[in-house]
């Protein structure tokens, strides 16, 4: 299974870049489906649609996530602004995450 | 990275599936897994994970090698108990410091449907690869030659009733500057000159300078190193463990075949890494070079001077089959070397001490002097000899004296014996002339009167024949009295 959202933002203060993340996820495991959904609320809260996703499914594209350098599911990387950031485990954290991202300091 | 949440390796595992499939692996090694489920920081999510991967293997029929670290003292393993469980085969390793060096132990726990050993062993890793201080066998199955070889020279191979037994041990044990190396290579140096392979392992001094050194006693190496049949190696011992030199010398073994070997001194070995460990490691080292039917004469340093007490640290006397051991003895302001065989087992020797006397033409053994008890060397046994041989000398002296005195005594005697036999003779002779001279006058005076008395008729010539009256007897007694001047009281009496 496969899953690619990419919302463009369309709202919101242009000086913000655009932060683009790639969440690896394997299938429907209980982290990673709860990754999916903590992500997408973050998302909606703090960056409404300043952002852009890709969902890589593990089991489907294995050899990509290995020469990404991912070891465990789920796992966020943060490929731009810089620096780049990578977040492994379901979200559950959201200070965490919103430090990781940048997003709050 | 930052974690936030759990997770789980069912992504890390599809990731592999793939890779194996890529390229047909068999094997997979995991290394340093518990850096990764300590991120779970949860024991339960860690074994669940564990679970997986061992369903995983299974599933995609691979054997895998998982490397995990165990902080601290040995009894945390039991964080991993349940991969301890899990897996078919346990082995642990540890690295320790033992005074100031590193010391790595090997031990296998678990082996299922295996047979194993089980304890704890050295485990080494150098250029030659990873080296296991594999366990000593219980039996100990070394052959015994008959086959006698020099110690080194003459004297010393008569003490030891013939010399060495091929593929035995010899230990040499004495204090600094007994005269162990010098011994040692005497003994190296015989056996280059048979033609055998030789091996000379030196600690803390170079080979150079050994060289040099026995050069200056009459034994010269260098020929033999240079022809490849003596072999030279020279180890530091102040910060390598034992293990590591038993590795080092094991594989000099393996490379140079050596049938003689020497090893100088091997309580050296005991410097870095503490006793236990040199101790185990002295006991494997001589048990490798029998296994290898190697002829080793081994030197160590004992501290005290006291052969009775264990003589080395390292607790080799037991294993050595023979054992010289070299000592000073200090008298008379010098300090003199001894050798004495304490023992050799399998073959008569000498109980007697000698003392090693090192000229230019070698070492050698003079005969000592045991005087009340003591052993006299050096000066005082030149003295000793030279007091020996005065006393001989005025023994000679003494007896010849005595004998010509005695001799004169008796021809003194003899001479004495001669003048008093011609004295004998001579009063003899005396005696004999006058008591002839006697006879013949009183035969002669007798007859005169006789012839007197007949011519004057005084008595009748029946009487004078038979005794005659009383009467005339008595006036005729009477007569003969006066007439000789002699007065008896009777005649007195009478008149």
């Known amino acids: 299974m496969r899953r690619k959202a990419r919302k463009e933002g369309k709202t919101g203060p242009p000086a913000s870049a655009l932060t683009v993340m790639r969440l690896y996820i394997s299938d429907n495991a209980p982290n990673s489906v709860q990754a999916v959904a903590n992500l997408a609320a973050i998302c909606k809260e703090y960056l409404e649609e300043r952002f852009t996703l890709e969902v890589i499914d593990v089991l489907e594209e294995p050899l990509r996530a290995l020469a990404d350098g991912i070891i465990v599911t789920p796992s966020l990387t943060k490929v731009s602004p810089m620096p780049a950031a990578k977040i492994v485990g379901n979200l559950g954290e959201k200070s965490d995450v919103l430090i990781a991202l940048g997003i709050k300091a | 990275m930052v974690q936030s949440g759990n997770f789980d390796l069912t992504g890390m595992l599809a990731m592999l599936k793939a890779k194996k499939e890529e390229m047909g692996a068999r094997w997979i090694v995991f290394d340093g897994i518990d850096v990764l489920l300590t991120l779970l920081q949860d024991p339960i999510a860690e074994m669940r994970e564990i679970y997986r991967i061992r369903d995983w293997l299974a599933e ?69 690869g990873m080296e296991v201080g594999a366990p000593e066998p219980t039996e100990i199955r070394h052959e015994a030659s008959s086959e006698r070889l020099s110690a080194g020279f003459e004297r010393l191979d008569t003490m030891l009733g013939g010399g060495l037994f091929r593929g035995s041990s010899t230990l040499i044990t004495g204090v600094p500057g007994t005269s162990k190396t010098t011994l040692a290579g005497k003994f190296a140096e015989a056996a280059c000159l048979r033609g055998e392979r030789t091996l000379f392992v030196s600690f803390d001094e170079g080979s150079d300078p050994i060289q040099r050194n026995l050069a200056s006693v009459g034994i010269h190496l260098k020929p033999h190193v240079k022809s490849g049949l003596l072999r030279m190696y020279s180890g530091r011992t102040e910060s390598i463990g034992a293990e590591d030199h038993l590795l080092k010398l094991k594989s000099l073994i393996r490379e140079h075949r050596p049938r003689c070997m020497v090893i100088d001194p091997l309580s050296a070995i005991a410097k870095a890494g503490g006793i236990d460990t040199a101790r185990a490691v002295a006991n494997r080292l001589i048990y490798l070079v029998k296994d290898e039917k190697v002829t080793v004469m081994i030197t160590a340093m004992n501290e005290g001077d006291d052969p009775q007490a264990e003589a080395t640290e390292l607790q080799i006397s037991t294993v050595a089959d023979t054992w010289i051991h070299l000592s000073y003895l200090v008298r008379s302001g010098e300090r003199n070397r001894a050798l004495t065989i304490i023992k050799s087992r399998g073959t008569w020797h000498s109980n007697q001490v000698r003392e090693l006397v090192l000229g230019k033409a070698g070492p050698a053994l003079a005969d000592v002097y045991t005087a009340g008890g003591e052993v006299l060397m050096g000066t005082l046994r030149w003295e000793k000899e030279d007091e020996e041989r005065t006393k001989t000398q005025q023994r000679i002296a003494a007896f010849d004296h005595k004998r010509s005195e005695l001799e004169a005594a008796e021809a003194e005697t003899r001479a004495r014996i001669k003048t008093l036999q011609q004295e004998l003779d001579r009063h003899a002779a005396a005696l004999a002339l006058y008591t002839g001279e006697n006879q013949a006058r009183i035969v002669s005076s007798s007859e005169r009167e006789q012839e007197l008395r007949r011519i004057r008729s005084a008595d009748p010539a029946t009487r004078a024949a038979n005794g005659g009256m009383r009467g005339g007897g008595k006036a005729s007694r009477r007569q003969r009295f006066q007439k000789s001047g002699e007065l008896i009281p009777g005649g007195h009496n009478e008149a």
Do not use: W
Not at chain 2, 89 to 102: D, P, S, T
């Open chain 2, 60 to 128: 995609n029929e691979m054997s895998a090698l998982i490397t995990a670290k165990v902080e601290g003292a040995s009894s945390e393993v039991l964080s991993y108990g349940f991969m301890q469980f899990m897996v078919d085969c346990v082995v642990g390793l540890e690295r320790r410091l033992e005074y100031g060096v590193a010391l790595h132990r090997i031990e296998i726990t678990k082996y299922r449907g295996s047979d194993f050993v089980a304890g704890e062993y050295p485990v080494n890793f150098g250029p030659s």
